[in-house]
């Protein structure tokens, strides 16, 4: 009972102690910002670079009306010139580019000119409406009606996915799976963040006490498996609170901005997904950072001062940057090989696993087997930790990770 009342009073010490911290509010402010910001860009873009439509010169030496396509708005303003006066114009730079149309033996030549090179988005932009132009040019070479065109433009074929294998379960929609790969990217993203945070803020903690001795007046009274305890879930419980808020913002932000329409498109997104994939999806989410917060922990105790932090959690950070590549590699094809391997593994799967439940047909037991594998490693991984915790926390040693760990079993065995 007394251990239960010491731990209790290191965790709201230290969860205090962090929710109230400058740094925690000012890099949860910072988030939410930055979600602001992405939720809010159109309208960010508008004010900030908001101004004349730029006029583009149009040389159109054809017979067809391109007008259907070029049309004023208020990005582009489009002006149907001769050729002899585009040159002088675009130096004086009352053009801001100019396309040239012409017949190539019943194709559409398009010549884009302009007196500075062009930015990538505005050639892309151009290319694309020039390519539809091309396309309308094609089909007027036909003799087709504007409504024939416009049918052939917009026609998609009714498609209909059908296993014959009676076995296997239906297969996903291409919708469903492009929500599974983008709900699992954003998954990633949260992982890698919060691993990088909070991985150095367990471990950079218990290596400042360390160093400044106030570790050895502490475990006096207190055991070290309580302090190891109390660190992990302390921080844990800081972590939980900062994706509880962040969450939380996010949420209002999506129902309040741009007049509910992201919000229609969220739960649309929702929708379209299984409540055993979110399921999946929190499960991973929390017990890889808790699993890497173990890891943390264990690393801090091996260290003598707070400056040798850095090297010891690198090899740490290397497996959360792994994952993330392989579940970026994932997002073009989830069925490859290496996205199935990965997603086993318990370093990497809380990246790699929520994707392919989400974007692939894959067999039930799949999941489970990779999640099984994950509270596994938990809780070997806190068993070993706390056992070398007790070891290391009071041992100072120099090197690297291997020599400090070599010292530790010198001096305690």
Do not use: C
Request: cysteine-free.
């Amino acid at each position: 009972m007394r251990a239960l009342s010491k731990f209790m009073v290191l965790v709201k010490k230290l969860y205090k102690q962090k929710v109230t911290s400058k740094s925690f509010i000012l890099m949860t402010l910072l988030y939410l910002a930055a979600l602001s910001a992405v939720l809010f860009w159109s309208d960010i873009k508008e004010l900030l670079f908001s101004g004349e439509a730029e006029v583009i010169a149009v040389v159109n030496e054809t017979d067809f009306d391109v007008t259907q396509v070029f049309q004023n708005n208020d990005d582009y303003e489009y002006k149907y010139v001769s050729a002899n006066e585009v040159a002088e114009k675009l130096k004086e730079g009352d053009y801001y580019a100019a396309f040239t149309l012409s017949d190539a033996d019943g194709k559409l030549a398009a010549k884009i000119d302009s007196y500075d090179p062009l930015p990538l988005n505005d050639q892309t932009t151009y290319q694309s409406m020039l390519s539809q132009v091309g396309q309308l040019y094609a089909m007027s070479q036909l003799d087709l009606s504007a409504e024939q065109q416009q049918l052939l433009l917009s026609s998609e074929p009714v498609i209909t996915l059908n296993s014959i294998n009676e076995a296997a379960e239906d297969g996903k929609s291409a919708d469903e799976k492009m929500a599974g790969v983008w709900i699992s990217y954003a998954i990633g993203i949260i992982i890698y963040a919060f691993v990088a945070t909070y991985l150095s803020m367990i471990t950079t903690d218990v290596a400042s006490e360390k160093g400044s001795r106030a570790l050895e007046m502490l475990l006096v009274s207190v055991r070290p498996e309580i302090h190891f305890r109390s660190k992990i879930f302390g921080v844990f419980a800081v972590a939980l609170t900062q994706f509880v808020v962040l969450f939380g913002g996010l949420l209002l932000l999506l129902r309040f901005s741009d007049g509910g329409n992201k919000w229609s498109f969220v739960t649309d997104l929702f929708e379209s997904l299984s409540v055993s994939y979110f399921m999946y999806v929190v499960g991973f989410l929390f017990l890889t950072i808790l699993m890497y917060l173990i890891i943390g922990a264990l690393f801090g105790s091996l260290v003598s001062k707070v400056e040798e932090a850095g090297q010891v959690m690198m090899p740490a950070m290397m497996l959360t940057l792994v994952g993330f590549y392989v579940m970026l590699t994932g997002m073009g094809n989830p069925d490859t090989l290496l996205i199935k391997i990965f997603s086993y593994i318990p370093f990497t799967s809380g990246m790699v696993m929520p994707m392919r439940i989400g974007a692939t047909d894959m067999n039930a037991i799949e999941p489970i087997i990779s999640f099984a594998l994950l509270v596994v490693t938990v809780l070997a991984l806190y068993f070993v930790s706390l056992s070398f915790y007790k070891r290391s926390v009071l041992t100072y040693s120099s090197g690297g990770i291997i020599e400090k760990m070599k010292t530790v079993f010198k001096v305690t065995t």
